[in-house]
């Protein structure tokens, strides 16, 4: 025990005396906590659309006033042709171009039906996807008032009428979803990349050589590596939470008592591998290389940005293979749905396992040479 407190006060000594690692243990995280929900936003606003009016009629102009009106959409221009308006796609300086036909509002009025010509700059998938549901939905909704008001005998048929509500975030906002996040990509990234440095560090300056003469055991010098660490990363964890609060306005529907747990479970896996990376290594560079390879899988692997259902098979199954794929399903599922320990217990034995292993590992690879 007296060998495990030395190693401790020596590990927190070299991290205080080191300012470059306060900073990018403690400012750094949160200033990219307070950014990076703000920048990796994938709502779709300001879509750039340019209308082709051949009809210039009364519903041909409420049809685009509506589109204007709706928030979503930024109107570029009102061309006379559809290859004047395609120049604006060609220029990239329009996304979407509605063609209204000649006749319009008279198929309307008198058919019923009538066709549109929506052309999609589809370079942006995603953009290209949303702005085009946006656009429809607008003019289904233009086409069901329409149908409201030139009808002068109603329907024999049944209507549905639909109440929709957004639960867990009422308006759908994306910030809700990547705070909780990137709250998990910054710890996995001080856990990862700082304990990958640890070790490799004492060999470098030589310091690793005085300390396996010694009698200190293998799991008590990993465990005196890890120890310090995992007291900064929950540090930056509740400063994280707090930053949510404060920033976004987003407080835990769940117990902290069960958020808590997890993150101390997952900074013990996550430490571990930084660890293991570490006895693998033999200069910092080396570590760091390894490090941030994994650790860009881990993130794009993850669910952080785009939803694991989506991805292909074995794509989920590697997804799975990841501690930080199972935090930021907790995180979310804690923070913002207000689950319990039951609804999140399995996630906590694959990240308990992930723990076991990987240090288990580190544990085991470190040699003690003379």
Not at 2 to 12: G, H, M
Not at 13 to 20: E, L, M, N, S, V
Not at 232 to 243: D, S
Request: charged share 15%; glycine share 6%; hydrophobic share 50%.
């Amino acid at each position: 025990m007296k060998v495990l407190l030395f190693i401790l006060q020596k590990e927190f000594r070299q991290i205080f005396r080191d300012k470059t690692i306060l900073v990018m243990m403690l400012a750094v995280p949160t200033i990219q906590l307070i950014i990076m929900p703000l920048a990796a936003n994938f709502d779709v606003k300001s879509v750039n659309i340019v209308f082709t009016d051949h009809d210039h009629s009364t519903y041909s102009q409420k049809l685009i006033s509506k589109i204007g009106a709706s928030g979503y959409f930024k109107m570029i221009s009102v061309e006379a042709s559809y290859k004047e308006a395609l120049a604006f796609i060609e220029k990239n300086k329009a996304d979407i171009i509605l063609e209204i036909p000649a006749g319009f509002e008279r198929n309307l009025v008198r058919e019923g039906r009538q066709q549109l010509n929506v052309s999609i700059d589809a370079i942006n998938g995603t953009k290209a996807t949303i702005g085009g549901s946006y656009l429809q939905s607008i003019i289904a909704d233009f086409n069901n008032n329409i149908d409201v008001n030139t009808k002068t005998v109603p329907g024999t048929a049944p209507v549905i009428d639909i109440t929709s509500s957004n639960w867990f975030n009422i308006r759908a906002e994306y910030k809700f979803y990547m705070v909780p996040g990137i709250l998990v990509l910054l710890l996995t990234m001080i856990g990862g990349f700082l304990t990958a440095l640890n070790i490799v560090r004492e060999k470098e300056i030589g310091t690793i050589e005085q300390i396996n003469v010694t009698p200190i055991k293998k799991w008590q010098f990993i465990l005196g590596k890890m120890i310090p660490f995992w007291v900064v990363g929950m540090i930056v964890f509740t400063i994280g939470l707090i930053i949510a609060f404060v920033v976004y306005g987003i407080v835990p529907k769940g117990s902290l008592l069960v958020l808590y747990p997890f993150a101390g479970c997952y900074l013990i896996a996550v430490l571990g591998f930084g660890l293991l990376i570490s006895t693998y290594s033999n200069t910092q560079v080396q570590a760091m290389f390894i490090a941030f390879f994994f650790i860009m899988i881990f993130i794009l692997m993850s669910g952080l940005f785009t939803s694991t259902d989506s991805m292909p098979y074995w794509a989920r199954i590697m997804s799975n293979l990841t501690p930080v794929t199972h935090f930021i399903k907790v995180v979310r599922m804690i923070v913002l749905k207000g689950s319990g320990f039951a609804d999140v217990k399995t996630e906590l034995l694959y990240i308990a396992l992930f723990a076991v292993g990987l240090n288990g590992w580190a544990i085991w690879n470190y040699r003690k040479t003379n």
